[in-house]
C-alpha cells in the first residue's frame, strides 16, 4: 500500500513539474467528459419537460375511430358499445367527437371556426380550464343546443375583448347553410411552449359544442346513440394499450368483425408519446457518441504525452532499473500517472459540464417558452468518471510498458 501512495506521490509531482503541458493533456478529456455530461442532462431534461406537458394534453387518452373499411359496412360506435366499454377495469370515460370547419365575420375580420364537437366529458378532460361562463351539459347534447365556449384568446381574435357571454356567433358552412352559436363559456388555455403549441394560426379559431349540434352544419342528421369518432378517457396510472387493445376487441366482437378486416382504428397518445421518446433518445446517444469521440481523442493525447514523458525520462528509469526497480514498479508509476491526468481531467469535465448543463437549460427553456431542469443523475456521474480512468489506463498502458521493458544499459546511454 506504501508503495503505491509513493507511485503517486512521484506521479503528481511530475504532473506539477510540467504544469502547462499537464493541463493540455487533460484539457481533450475535459471537453469530452464536459460535452457527454451537458448533453446526456440536458437531452434528458427536455425529454422531461416534453413528457409532462403532452402528459397534460393527452395523457390517459385515445382516440377511437370507424375506419373507411368499417364505414363502408356502416359501422357505427353505439351507446350500447360505449355501456359495455365503460365496464372494462381502467376505463373512466368516452365522449363522442366530431370535428367541422365552417366560417364567420365579425368587425375584426373573417375567421375559420374549426369546431370540437363532444360532450362535456371532452371539456373536462381538456388541458383547458374553465375561465368564465360554464361547460354545456348533457342536455345541451340531446336537444342539440347550438351552445359553445371559445378560449380567451380566440375571444380576442374575434371581438377584441373577452366580455362576450351571451353573445351570439354566426357561423356558415361551404354550402351558404348559417347557424348561430351562443357563447356560454371562455376556456383559459395553457400558454404555448416551443415544445407544444396551443395556438392556432391568426385567421383560425377553435370552438368546443355539443356533438350533435352540428347536424345542421354537416346537413345530416346526427344521432345522440351512434358515432364514428370517440374519445377515450383511462387512467393515467394504468398503461393504456392493453385497454386500447380490450376495447378494440370488445368492439369487434359486439359487430362480429370479420378477423382478416378492420372496421375500429385508434390514435393512442400513449403510444406517440413512446415514439417521442426513442427518437429523443437516439437523437441524444448519438450526440453524446460523438461527444465520446472527442474523450477518446483526448486519451490519445495522453498518450502521445506519456510517450514523450518516457522519452525525456530514460536515463531517470535506466537508474532505478539499475538500482533494482522492478518492472511493475516503473509500469506501475507511469500508470498512475496517466491515470491522475484523466481522473483530475474527468472531476474537472463533469463539474464544467453540470455547470454548462444547467446554464444550457435555461438558454433552452427561454428559447422554448417552458421549463428545462437539467436531469443530471448519479449514475450519469459514476459512469463518466470510471470511463475516464479506463481511458487513462488503456492509453497509458502502451507508454508505460514502454518505459517498463527499456534496457537499463542503454537507457543510462541516453543524455
Not at 484539457?27 to 413528457?51: F, Q, R, W
Not at 400513449?270 to 457518441?289: C, E, R, Y
Not at 492509453?395 to 518505459?403: E, H, N, S, T, V
Amino acid at each position: 500500500m506504501g508503495s503505491i501512495a509513493e507511485y503517486i506521490k512521484m506521479a503528481i509531482q511530475n504532473i506539477r513539474t510540467n504544469k502547462a503541458r499537464s493541463f493540455l493533456t487533460m484539457l481533450g478529456i475535459i471537453i469530452g467528459i464536459s460535452s457527454v455530461i451537458m448533453i446526456m442532462a440536458v437531452g434528458a431534461g427536455v425529454t422531461s419537460s416534453l413528457n409532462k406537458q403532452l402528459e397534460e394534453l393527452g395523457g390517459g387518452q385515445a382516440y377511437i375511430f370507424v375506419s373507411e373499411s368499417g364505414k363502408k359496412e356502416g359501422a357505427k360506435i353505439t351507446k350500447e358499445d360505449m355501456d359495455a366499454i365503460e365496464t372494462i377495469d381502467g376505463v373512466e370515460d368516452f365522449s363522442p367527437f366530431v370535428g367541422y370547419a365552417a366560417n364567420t365575420r365579425t368587425g375584426k375580420g373573417e375567421f375559420t371556426v374549426s369546431f370540437s364537437g363532444g360532450t362535456e366529458t371532452m371539456l373536462r378532460y381538456s388541458p383547458g380550464k374553465l375561465k368564465a361562463g360554464k361547460f354545456f351539459t348533457d342536455e345541451d347534447v340531446l336537444s342539440q343546443s347550438k351552445v359553445c365556449l371559445i378560449s380567451d384568446e380566440d375571444a380576442k381574435k374575434l371581438y377584441g375583448s373577452e366580455d362576450i357571454i351571451g353573445m351570439s356567433l354566426d357561423v356558415e358552412n361551404s354550402k351558404g347553410v348559417g347557424q348561430p352559436y351562443r357563447i356560454i363559456g371562455i376556456i383559459k388555455m395553457p400558454k404555448s411552449t416551443g415544445l407544444v403549441n396551443y395556438s392556432t394560426k391568426e385567421d383560425v379559431v377553435s370552438a368546443y359544442v355539443p356533438w350533435t349540434s352540428l347536424s345542421r352544419l354537416q346537413t345530416e342528421d346526427i344521432s345522440e346513440n351512434e358515432f364514428t369518432d370517440m374519445y377515450l378517457y383511462m387512467d393515467k396510472k394504468r398503461e393504456s394499450k392493453p385497454l386500447v387493445d380490450k376495447t378494440i376487441k370488445m368492439l369487434n366482437n359486439r359487430h362480429q368483425v370479420p378477423s382478416e378486416e378492420e372496421w375500429f382504428s385508434v390514435q393512442n397518445f400513449q403510444d406517440q408519446l413512446g415514439q417521442i421518446n426513442q427518437i429523443l433518445s437516439l437523437v441524444t446517444t448519438f450526440i453524446a457518441f460523438v461527444g465520446a469521440i472527442s474523450l477518446m481523442v483526448g486519451g490519445i493525447g495522453v498518450m502521445n504525452i506519456m510517450l514523450v514523458s518516457v522519452t525525456e525520462r530514460t536515463r531517470e528509469i535506466g537508474i532505478r532499473k539499475s538500482l533494482g526497480a522492478k518492472t511493475s514498479s516503473i509500469m506501475t508509476q507511469f500508470l498512475a500517472e496517466s491515470a491522475i491526468l484523466t481522473v483530475v481531467g474527468g472531476i474537472i469535465g463533469i463539474i464544467i459540464g453540470l455547470l454548462g448543463a444547467t446554464l444550457i437549460s435555461v438558454v433552452v427553456g427561454t428559447l422554448l417558452k417552458t421549463t428545462v431542469t437539467p436531469n443530471i443523475s448519479l449514475f450519469l456521474i459514476l459512469g463518466v468518471v470510471a470511463f475516464s480512468s479506463v481511458v487513462g489506463i488503456f492509453f497509458g498502458l502502451y507508454p508505460a510498458r514502454k518505459a517498463a521493458k527499456m534496457n537499463p544499459i542503454q537507457a543510462l546511454r541516453r543524455e
